[in-house]
């Protein structure tokens, strides 16, 4: 014989063991490796087998093994098709072997193989009609079961996974189909062995195979592959797969919800296709840099998806295949929230810069080090310094007097050190050598927890001190000089009130004392209003011990009058000072003197006002009530009744120091007539 005829057997034998050989060494974890691996060793024991027939001139053993290969090669290839398609989720395709097991056994028994005949290139065995028959209705059932769950998988399927169906499909029927017809053809018509062209189709088959298995290796899954499928899906990104025609061929989960779309809707499509025009027009020119090998990094994007559109992220890589670039690997971000946040902070820096500018505070922005970063308008207004003139430079050498070094050197150190100062007055220096009189506050800047810089602002008080010494000159007059003059007036009127006079001239003499004691409470309620205003210390005082001390030293005022004081021991703290005995006295004896009652009560309760805990403190007396048309102004200033010779102070004293302790005060008619006034003081908790 020609052994050039054994040539295609030789080359499907050494491919088809290479090919079993790769398949064991990817180790992959995929059910339908196995069965294509028997598929190449079944197919493989067929070729060597017919090709040791030859070399051996017609050994029968060689058509046993040839045989054997081509007994089980039809249920191999439906066990590969249906845990490929994963068509059975039991696996009742085991079953397909019973037949190829019982064609064994005859094998085994001489009741299969007929004989060995030579046909013009080769010797092929000759088999007996009903196992042949049996094992070619078998084959062709399989067959064509195994096409129809490849077509079904091939339609279901998109991307890679339809791509490498594709092939698959195509190769298995197709051998299958192609060895009958030249079997027929070869051996019935022209009398000719059919094994190489049989070779030359396993070799084809092989080759199909191979190559889906190596143009779409990503289906496969390797362990590798398995792995990088689990980062994937778990990653906090999208991530897809593009081939060289910028279809997707694998999109994880998250990039599936930021389209909105289930993956069979977005696998198989363009990349183009999920993107706005601007963005498509991008990708083009990206695209054909990554074909070339090069990497693309933050690439902004708008995708558009079912009903969504997400301002997102990209990065992409080539992905190089034995020196080729077959696609692209595209990782995607959703930075939709931090536009939002950069938006957000353009906008509060627009409006801080805004700030800053048109402040009429004078503003110095410095570094952590106390450096001069930027001043605003009103800055070089106060001080006369310009941003060039003071830019890197500690501010304290400009604008800080001798007078106020050691002042003004702690407070820089406070804000330094990460404290907020405010509330401080003193002087600074401007360029041109004069002090201005300002109010000082600094303040550290934090980002992300750590000190990046500093503020300070100056506030010109110049105005406010000159009215403030004015004021104090003022009080100053009325409770020292005009205070002493009214002593002396006092003193003497009493004097002569005591000679010999007329009964007109005694009366005239007690109207100028009248009018002098109201001067002189006048100066006082004046100057209680000045204290409340200046800096108190506030402490825990016990109540009670005030409010009996106040009735003790009104009792016998009010007895004179034929007023009796009731008060019901209440024992409570609160927070106050020495101005809250001003509080209770002012409140009793304005009863003693105008309400023209006979009772005064004093009580007390526990209550709650606006959801806050309250001690409140009543003082009711039995009188003839305050008229209506001062009851709703009592506590402005200079409300007073007809009768009465006071300023008209005393009730608005009283309300300015409640309300300093966080309480309130009010005033009602009783269920007798008369008045009650009601003192909040908040609980101590």
């Given at each position: 014989?020609?052994?050039?005829?054994?040539?295609?057997?030789?080359?499907?034998?050494?491919?088809?063991?290479?090919?079993?050989?790769?398949?064991?060494?990817?180790?992959?974890?995929r059910?339908?490796?196995?069965?294509?691996?028997?598929?190449?060793?079944?197919?493989?024991?067929?070729?060597?087998?017919?090709?040791?027939?030859?070399l051996?001139?017609?050994?029968?053993i060689?058509?046993?093994?040839?045989?054997?290969?081509?007994?089980?090669?039809?249920?191999?290839?439906?066990?590969?098709?249906?845990?490929?398609?994963?068509?059975?989720?039991?696996?009742?395709?085991?079953l397909?072997?019973?037949p190829?097991?019982?064609?064994?056994?005859?094998?085994?028994?001489?009741?299969?193989?007929?004989?060995?005949?030579?046909?013009?290139?080769?010797?092929?065995?000759?088999y007996?009609?009903?196992?042949?028959?049996?094992?070619?209705?078998?084959?062709?059932?399989?067959?064509?079961?195994?096409?129809?769950?490849?077509?079904?998988?091939?339609?279901?399927?998109?991307?890679?996974k339809?791509?490498?169906?594709?092939?698959?499909?195509?190769?298995?029927?197709?051998?299958?189909?192609?060895?009958?017809?030249?079997?027929?053809?070869?051996?019935?018509?022209?009398?000719m062995?059919?094994?190489?062209?049989?070779?030359?189709?396993?070799?084809?088959?092989?080759?199909l195979?191979?190559?889906?298995?190596?143009?779409?290796?990503?289906?496969?899954?390797?362990?590798?592959?398995v792995?990088?499928?689990?980062?994937?899906?778990?990653?906090?990104?999208?991530?897809?797969?593009?081939?060289?025609?910028?279809?997707i061929e694998?999109?994880?989960?998250?990039?599936?919800?930021?389209?909105?779309?289930?993956?069979?809707?977005?696998?198989?499509?363009?990349?183009?296709?999920?993107?706005?025009?601007?963005?498509?027009?991008?990708?083009?020119?990206?695209?054909?840099?990554?074909?070339?090998?090069?990497?693309?990094?933050?690439?902004?994007?708008?995708?558009?998806?079912?009903?969504?559109?997400?301002?997102?992220?990209?990065?992409?890589?080539?992905i190089?295949?034995?020196?080729?670039?077959?696609?692209?690997?595209?990782?995607i971000?959703?930075?939709?929230?931090?536009?939002?946040?950069?938006e957000?902070?353009?906008?509060?820096?627009?409006?801080?810069?805004?700030?800053?500018?048109?402040?009429?505070?004078a503003?110095?922005?410095?570094?952590?080090?106390?450096?001069?970063?930027?001043?605003?308008?009103?800055?070089?207004?106060?001080?006369?310094?310009?941003?060039?003139?003071?830019?890197?430079?500690?501010?304290d050498?400009?604008?800080?007097?001798?007078?106020?070094?050691?002042?003004?050197?702690?407070?820089?150190?406070?804000?330094?050190?990460?404290?907020?100062?405010?509330?401080?007055e003193?002087?600074?220096?401007?360029?041109?050598?004069?002090?201005?009189?300002?109010?000082?506050?600094?303040?550290?800047?934090?980002?992300?927890?750590?000190?990046?810089?500093?503020?300070?602002?100056?506030?010109?008080?110049?105005?406010?001190?000159?009215?403030?010494?004015e004021?104090?000159?003022y009080?100053?007059?009325?409770?020292?000089?005009?205070?002493?003059?009214?002593?002396?007036?006092?003193g003497?009127?009493?004097?002569?009130?005591?000679?010999?006079?007329?009964?007109?001239?005694?009366?005239?003499?007690?109207?100028?004392?009248?009018?002098?004691?109201?001067?002189?409470?006048?100066?006082?309620?004046?100057?209680?209003?000045?204290r409340?205003?200046?800096?108190?210390?506030?402490?825990?005082?016990?109540?009670?011990?005030?409010?009996?001390?106040?009735?003790?030293?009104?009792?016998?005022?009010?007895?004179?009058?034929?007023?009796?004081?009731?008060?019901?021991?209440?024992?409570?703290?609160?927070?106050?000072?020495?101005?809250?005995?001003?509080?209770?006295?002012?409140?009793?004896?304005?009863?003693?003197?105008?309400?023209?009652?006979?009772?005064?009560?004093?009580?007390?309760?526990?209550?709650?006002?606006?959801?806050?805990?309250?001690?409140?403190?009543?003082?009711e007396?039995?009188?003839?009530?305050?008229?209506?048309?001062?009851?709703?102004?009592?506590?402005?200033?200079?409300?007073?009744?007809?009768?009465?010779?006071?300023?008209?102070?005393?009730?608005?004293?009283?309300?300015?120091?409640?309300?300093?302790y966080?309480?309130?005060?009010?005033?009602?008619?009783?269920?007798?007539?008369?008045?009650?006034f009601?003192?909040?003081?908040?609980?101590?908790?």
């Amino acid at each position: 014989m020609n052994h050039i005829f054994l040539i295609p057997s030789m080359l499907s034998s050494a491919t088809l063991l290479s090919a079993t050989i790769y398949l064991i060494l990817t180790r992959s974890r995929r059910p339908y490796i196995l069965p294509l691996a028997l598929i190449f060793v079944s197919t493989s024991i067929w070729n060597v087998g017919i090709l040791m027939l030859n070399l051996t001139d017609g050994e029968e053993i060689w058509a046993y093994v040839a045989t054997l290969g081509l007994i089980f090669i039809p249920p191999i290839i439906f066990h590969f098709s249906a845990t490929y398609t994963e068509f059975f989720r039991k696996r009742l395709y085991l079953l397909s072997y019973i037949p190829s097991i019982l064609l064994s056994f005859l094998l085994l028994t001489g009741y299969y193989v007929k004989d060995i005949v030579y046909r013009k290139i080769g010797f092929e065995p000759i088999y007996y009609d009903i196992p042949f028959y049996i094992n070619s209705w078998v084959g062709l059932f399989f067959t064509l079961f195994s096409t129809w769950l490849l077509y079904i998988a091939y339609k279901r399927n998109v991307g890679i996974k339809k791509r490498q169906a594709l092939y698959i499909l195509i190769a298995i029927p197709s051998n299958a189909l192609l060895s009958f017809l030249s079997y027929e053809a070869m051996v019935n018509t022209f009398n000719m062995a059919q094994f190489p062209l049989g070779s030359m189709l396993d070799f084809v088959t092989i080759s199909l195979i191979l190559y889906a298995i190596l143009k779409f290796k990503l289906s496969l899954e390797s362990a590798s592959e398995v792995d990088f499928r689990i980062l994937a899906e778990t990653a906090s990104e999208g991530i897809c797969i593009v081939d060289s025609e910028g279809v997707i061929e694998y999109a994880n989960n998250h990039f599936c919800e930021l389209l909105n779309l289930p993956e069979r809707k977005i696998m198989g499509r363009k990349f183009l296709d999920i993107l706005d025009k601007e963005s498509a027009k991008e990708f083009r020119l990206i695209f054909r840099n990554i074909l070339k090998g090069k990497k693309v990094m933050g690439v902004e994007l708008i995708l558009e998806g079912d009903g969504r559109t997400t301002t997102a992220e990209m990065n992409a890589s080539p992905i190089i295949w034995n020196g080729e670039v077959i696609g692209a690997f595209v990782t995607i971000r959703d930075i939709e929230e931090r536009k939002r946040i950069e938006e957000e902070l353009r906008k509060q820096k627009t409006y801080f810069q805004s700030l800053f500018k048109d402040s009429p505070e004078a503003i110095v922005s410095m570094d952590k080090n106390h450096r001069v970063m930027d001043i605003n308008p009103a800055f070089e207004d106060l001080f006369g310094y310009t941003l060039d003139e003071l830019k890197g430079k500690d501010i304290d050498d400009f604008i800080l007097p001798e007078s106020e070094k050691e002042k003004g050197k702690a407070i820089t150190s406070q804000v330094i050190n990460g404290k907020v100062v405010k509330g401080i007055e003193g002087e600074r220096m401007r360029k041109d050598g004069s002090t201005v009189h300002v109010s000082i506050m600094g303040a550290p800047v934090f980002v992300d927890g750590k000190q990046v810089g500093i503020f300070g602002i100056y506030r010109d008080i110049t105005e406010r001190k000159k009215a403030e010494e004015e004021r104090e000159f003022y009080n100053s007059l009325l409770r020292h000089d005009i205070a002493n003059k009214n002593t002396i007036i006092y003193g003497n009127l009493e004097m002569l009130l005591d000679t010999k006079l007329s009964k007109e001239q005694k009366e005239m003499i007690k109207d100028a004392l009248n009018a002098v004691k109201s001067s002189n409470e006048l100066i006082a309620t004046i100057r209680e209003l000045h204290r409340l205003k200046g800096e108190r210390e506030l402490q825990e005082l016990n109540l009670h011990e005030i409010i009996a001390d106040v009735v003790k030293s009104l009792t016998q005022q009010a007895k004179s009058k034929g007023i009796e004081i009731r008060y019901k021991p209440f024992k409570a703290k609160v927070v106050a000072d020495a101005f809250l005995k001003n509080v209770f006295t002012n409140l009793i004896q304005n009863a003693i003197n105008h309400s023209g009652c006979s009772v005064i009560k004093v009580y007390g309760t526990e209550t709650k006002r606006g959801g806050q805990a309250f001690y409140r403190i009543s003082v009711e007396d039995n009188g003839k009530g305050i008229p209506e048309e001062i009851k709703g102004k009592i506590f402005s200033i200079g409300v007073k009744g007809k009768e009465s010779g006071g300023s008209g102070l005393g009730l608005y004293l009283v309300k300015k120091i409640v309300e300093s302790y966080g309480g309130h005060i009010d005033v009602r008619k009783g269920k007798n007539g008369g008045t009650i006034f009601d003192v909040y003081l908040p609980k101590i908790t």
